[in-house]
């Protein structure tokens, strides 16, 4: 199904978006929807698996993991 914008203002702002990004108007429009999807619907499931991981790791290294130091780092080239 085709889509007609009226409004000459995004016919504007979709003809300016394609020239700075040098793809075709149709796949300017594609990549602004694609972005603005993703915003308003929230993080990917791949974005929650990694959340869920760094979490886990974090936990598993439990509250005393160290610290990361200049006299850590020196450490290690003695």
Known sequence: MALYVKDPEI???AERLSRL????K???VRRALRREL??????S???ER?????????????PD???VDKAW?????E
């Open 21 to 24: 990004s040098r793809v075709s």
């Open 65 to 67: 993991r160290g610290v």
């Open 50 to 62: 990694v959340l869920a991981f760094t979490t886990d790791l974090s936990t598993r290294a439990g």
């Open 45 to 47: 499931e791949f974005v």
């Open 73 to 77: 780092i020196d450490s290690l080239y």
């Open 26 to 28: 149709t796949e300017a």
């Open 38 to 43: 993703e915003h308003v619907e929230g993080p």
């Open 11 to 13: 016919d504007r702002m």
